[in-house]
T-cell receptor
Framework: RKEVEQDPGPFNVPEGATVAFNCTYSNSASQSFFWYRQDCRKEPKLLMSVYSSGNEDGRFTAQLNRASQYISLLIRDSKLSDSATYLCVVNSLKNTGTASKLTFGTGTRLQVTL | ETGVTQSPTHLIKTRGQQVTLRCSSQSGHNTVSWYQQALGQGPQFIFQYYREEENGRGNFPPRFSGLQFPNYSSELNVNALELDDSALYLC?????????????FGSGTRLTVV
């Protein structure tokens, strides 16, 4: 089983639609959680951190459910410029707590169309 | 713009050769991590350096090695290149070794092995 699992998509949605991405992770000791956005042939860029209380940034809402080990991202009123790959990312500490690593899902591709 | 710069941006090498990729982290960022992203996949953790010492490693063979220097620059070295090493190599820096608040990625080096 992969450490971080996402639906690879692609999700093709019309402008203005609401789209939801889901992600599950297997390491219950994971410490922090993120959504990154990656445009074609570019580096990943941090979109938002994800907290159990849920957090919102404009049209984007992220939610973490630690009990279910489940992370979500909701995009409302999709824009053409939202077309990208969305990567679910989990930060886990080493046993000694002296280092961490990011584990990425394979990403979900979103294509917003006119 | 990102404070992490990588060079070169693109590189073509022949199977069996050796390659050195370079990264300059944001000033003050003591931790640098390297990731390999194959086409259609999420980035995979190679290793992490903190204050010039390796303090975490992913599932990569010893022919992948690194160095970190006091001036916040680092290198990824790959010996005996294989065709499967063709990928985007990403460098990411953070303030501390557990980096619970995310990483800043460079724009990557795209390596093609022929």
């Amino acid at each position: 089983r992969k450490e971080v699992e996402q639906d690879p998509g692609p999700f093709n949605v019309p402008e203005g639609a609401t789209v939801a991405f889901n992600c599950t992770y297997s390491n219950s000791a994971s410490q922090s959680f993120f959504w990154y956005r990656q445009d074609c042939r570019k580096e990943p860029k941090l979109l938002m951190s994800v907290y159990s209380s849920g957090n919102e940034d404009g049209r984007f809402t992220a939610q973490l459910n630690r009990a279910s080990q489940y992370i979500s991202l909701l995009i409302r009123d999709s824009k053409l410029s939202d077309s990208a790959t969305y990567l679910c990312v989990v930060n886990s500490l080493k046993n000694t707590g002296t280092a961490s690593k990011l584990t990425f899902g394979t990403g979900t591709r979103l294509q917003v169309t006119l | 713009e990102t404070g992490v710069t990588q060079s070169p941006t693109h590189l073509i090498k022949t199977r069996g050769q050796q390659v050195t990729l370079r990264c300059s982290s944001q000033s003050g960022h003591n931790t640098v991590s390297w990731y390999q992203q194959a086409l259609g996949q999420g980035p995979q953790f190679i290793f992490q350096y903190y204050r010039e010492e390796e303090n975490g490693r992913g599932n990569f063979p010893p022919r992948f090695s690194g160095l970190q220097f006091p001036n916040y620059s680092s290198e990824l070295n790959v010996n005996a290149l294989e065709l499967d090493d063709s990928a985007l190599y990403l460098c990411a820096s953070s303030l501390d070794k557990v980096s619970l608040y995310g990483y800043t990625f460079g724009s990557g080096t795209r390596l093609t092995v022929v």
